[in-house]
């Protein structure tokens, strides 16, 4: 059985930072690629990084955390950490980790967690 569990929501100032942990069992991240999505109270789901283990870490980021938010992947652990700096009020959201041995959009995502909430306050 395939589960991913995210960790490491909070709330937090403006300003701030945070690392999001996503840990998963029952896949190999070799094989995968790890999503990070987010939802604002009220809007879609909308996606943040990607990062693809098999393509030497490629790494891709939405413009509106781009230059603020890092990912990166510890193999061994199978594990995808989100670091998030100079968080914004609308940066809160739950934030999802997602896996997909396809592509790294939201439609192609097979295995979703069960999300950790990030609270920017101003």
């Known amino acids: 059985e395939v589960q991913l569990v995210e960790s490491g929501g909070a709330l937090v100032q403006a300003g701030g930072s945070l690392r999001l942990s996503c840990e998963a069992s029952?896949?190999?991240?070799?094989?995968?690629?790890i999503g990070w999505f987010r939802q604002a109270p009220g809007k879609e789901r909308e996606e943040v990084s990607c990062?693809?283990?098999?393509?030497?870490?490629?790494?891709f980021y939405a413009d509106s955390v781009k230059g603020r938010f890092a990912v990166s992947s510890d193999n061994a652990k199978n594990t995808v950490y989100l670091y998030m700096n100079s968080l914004k009020p609308e940066d809160t959201a739950v934030y999802f980790c997602?896996?997909?041995?396809?592509?790294?959009?939201?439609?192609?995502?097979?295995?979703w967690g069960k999300g950790t909430l990030v609270t920017v306050s101003s």
């Open positions: 029952g896949l190999s991240f070799d094989d995968y690629a």
């Open positions: 990062i693809i283990s098999s393509a030497a870490f490629t790494v």
């Open positions: 997602a896996a997909s041995n396809v592509a790294c959009s939201m439609t192609a995502m097979d295995y």
